[in-house]
């Protein structure tokens, strides 16, 4: 994709995500609304609840954070790393990616878009690089799912279950198949 060609989709997603849509869902960083339920049992908070993805079709949203800074959210078909907080040398600002639900391509489905900032951080725990990213999932209809459409960002965001996250998980940047 071109340099303009991606300066235009960043811009047109941004534009009508936060601008011209009326009927958009938020997560957005550590200033949620959602109602956290602690869990002793895996030290974790977790919060259920259903997005309007379209008139006829609500889909069941799970957010889990766990106690040593990193969570995620499953969504979609999804299982998607969203909050990362603790100082391990990567984090994302404010804890949490920002999400937001809002149909673009007027298909009559909300699509799904993550963004934020990701901090490089030296061991004095000092910001030495960032990165700003989007990752943008058209919800697919037929499937009943989301699927990747665009992402500007050097790691993926699907969860690996592994320990650890999709930027470390073994120490090298997860890729997947599933982005282009």
């Known amino acids: 994709m071109t340099n303009m060609r991606y300066k ?50 609500k889909a069941s949203v799970v957010l889990k954070d766990f106690q040593d800074g990193n969570g995620y959210m499953e969504v979609g078909g999804l299982t998607l790393h969203i909050s990362d907080g603790h100082s391990d040398g990567i984090e994302y600002k404010n804890s949490r990616l920002d999400v937001e639900f809002v149909d673009l391509d007027r298909d009559g489905y909300k699509d799904l878009i993550c963004s934020g900032i990701v901090e490089y951080k030296n061991d004095g725990d000092e910001v030495y690089k960032t990165e700003d990213v989007i990752f943008i999932y ?25 320990k650890g996250s999709p930027i470390r998980g073994s120490g090298q940047i997860q890729k997947s198949p599933s982005f282009r």
Request: aromatic share 14%; with cysteine.
């Open 138 to 162: 058209r919800f697919d209809s037929t499937k009943k799912q989301f699927t990747p459409l665009f992402k500007k960002a050097s790691f993926d965001l699907e969860w690996t279950g592994e």
């Open 8 to 57: 235009l989709v960043v811009l047109l997603a941004c534009i009508l995500a936060k601008g011209l849509y009326a009927d958009v869902e938020r997560i957005m960083g550590t200033n949620t609304s959602l109602s956290w339920v602690w869990n002793n049992v895996n030290s974790s908070r977790i919060y259920k609840d259903t997005v309007k993805i379209a008139d006829n079709y």
